[in-house]
């Protein structure tokens, strides 16, 4: 993770691939490490392993105190043509509890945030439960923006 103090509202991107048997990769934005060292915040991610209409997902998880909401704040299926396994940009850019969410520079989804997550911690998210199948997160830009 980094930080960056004070920035709240922002455009977050990395470059995504989801290794071939993973469940999925993405961004964290407004995080907070809590004093426990759990996470609240939010992760922008490709989700293979929660598919919508057959296809992968691209989904906005909320996090709190740890624990990932079973429900997705935004979930949409991953366009015709794209495949998850090969490097996917994914963008989010925040303003106020306004955010937007890009993949490929193709806007996915919009909507509010729920408010008092006003973390500045941002970084990356993933998991694997397969060791020869990795997932890659390169290029983790953060830009200022409002």
């Not at 990769?25 to 490490?33: S, T």
């Not at 992968?56 to 624990?67: E, F, K």
Request: no cysteine; aromatic share 6%; glycine share 14%.
């Amino acid at each position: 993770k980094n930080t960056a103090p004070g920035l709240t509202n922002g455009s977050l991107s990395a470059d995504v691939k989801v290794g071939q048997g993973s469940n999925g990769a993405g961004i964290v934005f407004r995080g907070k490490q809590n004093p426990n060292g759990t996470l609240s915040g939010f992760v922008l991610q490709l989700d293979p392993g929660l598919p919508t209409n057959g296809r992968p997902s691209v989904v906005i998880r909320q996090w709190t105190n740890g624990s990932e909401n079973s429900t997705p704040l935004m979930r949409v299926e991953v366009p015709a043509g794209v495949d998850v396994r090969t490097a996917n940009n994914l963008r989010v850019d925040v303003n106020g509890n306004t955010y937007t969410a890009y993949l490929n520079n193709q806007q996915v989804g919009t909507g509010t945030l729920p408010p008092g997550y006003d973390g500045t911690q941002y970084g990356a998210r993933t998991w694997s439960n397969v060791p020869d199948s990795p997932n890659t997160i390169g290029n983790l830009q953060l830009t200022p923006i409002g």
